[in-house]
Every structure is written in C-alpha cells, then in structure tokens.
C-alpha cells in the first residue's frame, strides 16, 4: 500500500473513531475516502523530503466539498515517529484533529469539536462562537484548536487566544476562489521571540513574519499550529475582483519587456482592456514583490511597511505591504512566473523596483553578497498616479527624516557608555 492511501486509511479510522460531529458513513475506495455522508472527498499525497528520513512524514490531503460546488481545500501536515508508520499516523492526527472539525464547521454553518466560528459579536464563547476575528475580519471563518510541539511543562505558553491574529493577511493573500483553508504556525525561538508563518491552501500562498506578537514564554524552543476555513461573502465581488487582479499581473509579467516603458505597456494593457487602477497597482505593489523574490537569498531584511504619495497631496506611512493585494498576489504568481519565464525577462521585472534597483548599485560598487545577510532596507515612497512633484519631495523628505533619526539612535547607542565608567 502506498503512503497515500495508508494515510487515508488512518484518516478513516480517527475519524470512525471519533463519531459524534465528526460522525457518517466513509467509504475508501481507489485512492479516495468519501467522508461525512459522502459530502466530502479526500484525496492524498506524501512527498519526499530532502533529508531522506522515513521517520519524518510531509503530506497534503486535499478535501473536495461537494456542497460547495467541489471547492478542493489542500492541507500541509507534518507527521513524525520513529518509524514511517508513526510518522504517517501523527499526521494523520494532525489532520483529524484540527482540519476535520473547521471542514465540518464550515458545512453545517455551526462550529464542532473543539472549532470556534470567528467574529460573532455578543457570542457565547462555551458554545465555540468568538467575539475576536483572528485576524480573519468580516469573513464566516472557523478556527480550529492549536497543537503544540517542542513545549514542555512550564515552558507551555498560553494557546493564544481570539485576539491574537493568527491568520492575518490572508484574506489579502488569497486566490480567486470562494473557500479557503488557511495554516498558521507561530514558532518560539528564545533568541529570536516569535515568528509567524502562514499558508493558504497548501504552499499556493506563503509567507512569514518575524517578531510575531505571541504570549510570553519561557521556553528555548517550540511551536503552535492551527489551522481556519474561510469564505469571501457570496454576495461580494472580492473573487471577480481578485481574478482581474490575478490576470492583470500575469499579463504584465509576460509582456513587461515588449515595450519601451511602462507607461507604453500601461497604455497598451488599458487598450486590451484592462483597468487602468489595477494596472497601476501592479506596477507600483506587485513589482516590489517581484524583486523581492529575486533576492531575499540574500539574507536582507526587507521594510514589512512603505509610504505612500497620493494624488490629494497627502502622505501614508507604515502602510503594511501585506495589506495590499497586489503585493500579497504578486508573491505568489511571481514565484510561477520565476520558473516560466525566460530568465532576461524575469530579471528585467526583478530589477525595476527602487529596491532591486539599490541592491544591485551595492553589489556592482563592490559590496559581496556575503555582507548583505543582515541588511535592513528602508520603506519605498510609492507613488499614486497623478501625485504632484510637491507631495513626492514632502514624501522622501519625511523618508530621509526617518533614515537620520534611525543613524542617530544608533550612533547615540554605540556611544553610550556602561553606568559604571566615569572615564
């Protein structure tokens, strides 16, 4: 038997286990296990990983809900043992017990087995109805509990709770599709605190947040996974909206060095009939992206925020780049264009941006790619279309302001001497 199927086997087996709200007739037949009455199809694959460990399980299992129209919902679980047989259970408890329950959920509109619906004001919190979104705001979402790993006694923080966000951005980040499976996974280094990594349906979409804001700990080392199935609104146009949003960077990407400059491709796309607005937020969100998945090899730390110049003579800063749709959707096309296209015109998208543009000015004036680990980038000035020259210049002179507050608190820092010298 495949691992595939000895997975679903296993699957089967928790989940006649477990009965009650989990409960229905299952049915495993070639390569696919038909759970809740038939209402859910799941299918499986278990990849091999670079460490040839057989002690250590990398699956997906991919859930198609035939209530809602064969939405296929794809999730990463990890599973490890002493053996490929304890590897390939762990994970399969991994997927009874904190994706079932959020699938389930989602299908009868109410919230089992440990799962809680998200952002139900005035809920009743015993009953698995929250008042806190997650991080999910305005969307029917339902959390499933967290597991942890590498925790022990008290070193154990608190689960977290509704009010932390773990899945923020993923609504920005998702594709133009109804439903939605999301995996966060916040990790605790006691060197480094907190950080975040989130997945959206599988490794489609995947990002990852350092100085993530968790409970307290103690701990050297461990881990805390959950995952949430969301849904954009029926009646909203966020998925038409999206796939626009998707078409018009694929476009862009495929047709960026067939002309002069941008202005002739904005021109150009406007005349295919692409919005102008969304090409102007590729060209201003999605290029960054680009860049950054050329070289964040390199080790640099990159701003998580940008200012923006806008049309009316005002200025934004801290605008979360994750926020903005078209960076979010860019990261994850970008990484399929990176395989696709030709690699000159791969490069010439990578390097439009101010940021690329930095990066290679340092390493042709002789800085290696050694030095770079470390290197902390400045926010971009983003520009709207129409912004004036006056509110541009405003725009770089408060990114300047920041630069040299920054070097100054450094420089005061490194000069600062210890309390107990007087020389």
Known sequence: ??????????????????????????????????????????????????????????????????????????????????DREKALREAAIVWVTCVAGPIRSFLDNKPVCMTCQAGVIDGDPNEGYVSGDYGLPGLRAYVGPSIMRGFEGDDRPPTGDDTMPWFRYAYESA???????????????????????????????????????????????????????????????????????????????????????????????VAEGFKLETVDEVEAYSTIAFGRLEFEHLGVNYSPTILRACRDGTIETDIPLMSLPGYCRAKAIGAVMREKLPDEKWQALAYYNAESQALLNALQNGVTPEKLPGTSMYPCVVPERGVSNETMDEAVGMLHKMMNEKRQKMKQAKQKKPWWKFW
Request: aromatic letters at 10%; charged letters at 25%.
């Open 175 to 269: 594709a133009p599709r109804r439903v939605h499976l999301a995996k966060s996974t916040v990790l605790f280094t006691s060197e480094n605190g907190w950080s975040r990594e989130l997945e959206i349906d599988g490794h489609e979409v995947a990002h990852k947040d350092v100085n993530w804001p968790s409970p307290p700990c103690q701990a050297n080392f461990g881990y805390m996974t959950r995952f949430a199935v969301f849904e954009f609104p029926r009646n909203s146009t966020v998925v038409q909206q999206r796939a626009e949003l998707d078409r018009t960077i694929e476009f862009f990407c495929e047709h960026f060095t067939e002309y002069d400059d941008v202005e002739a491709l904005t021109e150009a796309m």
């Open 1 to 82: 038997m495949s691992d595939a199927n000895r997975l679903l086997e296993i699957i089967e087996e928790g989940i006649n286990a477990h009965g009650g709200d989990l409960g229905g007739w299952t049915q495993f037949i070639e390569e696919q296990l038909k759970l809740f009455d038939g209402r859910v199809t799941l299918r499986a694959d278990v990849y091999e990983m670079e460490r040839q460990d057989p002690g250590m399980a990398h699956c997906h299992v991919f859930a198609t809900l035939h209530d809602c129209d064969d939405e296929v919902l794809d999730a990463c679980v990890f599973g490890m043992g002493d």
